[in-house]
């Protein structure tokens, strides 16, 4: 059964149009990740929450954000898309970040297309 | 310099035999290290985690050499199904992991 659950898998968006992508997780964990991957790269960190605690990454563009109402969910929220957004969004999650041998667990990811 | 870095290959080799990626990772204060396995449009899985003495789960064998700052991934009796993107990965701390950009294995029958 899957525990971190990403909708939709696939989602169009016109260019400038506001697009939510929803990540939920039954595992309870306290830690929410959202990666960004586009084609033969890295997945690359936008944000973590810990808990309520959101943590931004210096190179995520203000464009992106984020919204953690309780545990079992978390949105990303991509204001005005760009043909560069583009990509795949992951989201992830791990027990407890303040133990470094934690990995992560990640959902199916969202595969974002602009037009 | 890439925090973390390993050769995208891709890697081709037979059924049966045996393959070893490598990769290397910057930050001295990292703490702890995984190999995932990423096939094509889905999302990273944990395949093992890496530990200081080496560890080995059935055919796939990883080992840290922190003095050298590299970690290493060996794949025995390789299967058609180990086809796929293999990404190192290190917790750098601050509940942060860094990917590798991937190697990728294409196995042939």
């Known amino acids: 059964d899957a525990m971190v659950i990403q909708n939709p898998r696939y989602q169009v968006t016109q260019f400038g149009k506001p697009v939510t992508l929803s990540c939920s997780q039954t595992?309870?964990?306290?830690?929410m990740y959202w990666y960004q991957q586009k084609s033969s790269q890295a997945p690359k960190l936008l944000f973590h929450y810990y808990d309520k605690d959101f943590n931004n990454e210096a190179d995520t563009p203000d464009n992106f954000q984020s919204r953690r109402p309780n545990t079992s969910f978390c949105f990303l929220d991509i204001r005005s898309p760009g043909l560069g957004d583009a990509a795949m969004y992951l989201c992830?999650?791990?027990?407890?970040?303040?133990?470094?041998?934690?990995?992560?667990?990640f959902g199916d990811g969202t595969r974002l297309s602009i037009l | 310099r890439k925090e973390v870095e390993q050769d995208p290959g891709p890697f081709n080799v037979p059924e049966g035999a045996t393959v070893a990626f490598n990769c290397t990772y910057s930050n001295s204060a990292s703490q702890s290290f995984f190999w995932y396995r990423q096939d094509c449009r889905k999302e990273p899985k944990l395949l093992m985690s890496v530990y200081s003495s080496g560890n080995e789960d059935g055919r796939f064998t990883a080992q840290l050499n922190r003095a050298s700052q590299y970690i290493s991934l060996l794949i025995r009796d390789s299967k058609l199904s180990d086809s796929a993107t293999y990404l190192c990965?290190?917790?750098?701390?601050?509940?942060?992991?860094?990917f590798g950009t991937g190697t990728r294995l294409l196995v042939s029958p």
């Open positions: 992830a999650t791990s027990r407890d970040g303040r133990t470094t041998d934690q990995p992560q667990h």
């Open positions: 990965v290190v917790n750098t701390g601050f509940q942060k992991l860094v």
């Open positions: 595992l309870n964990h306290n830690v």
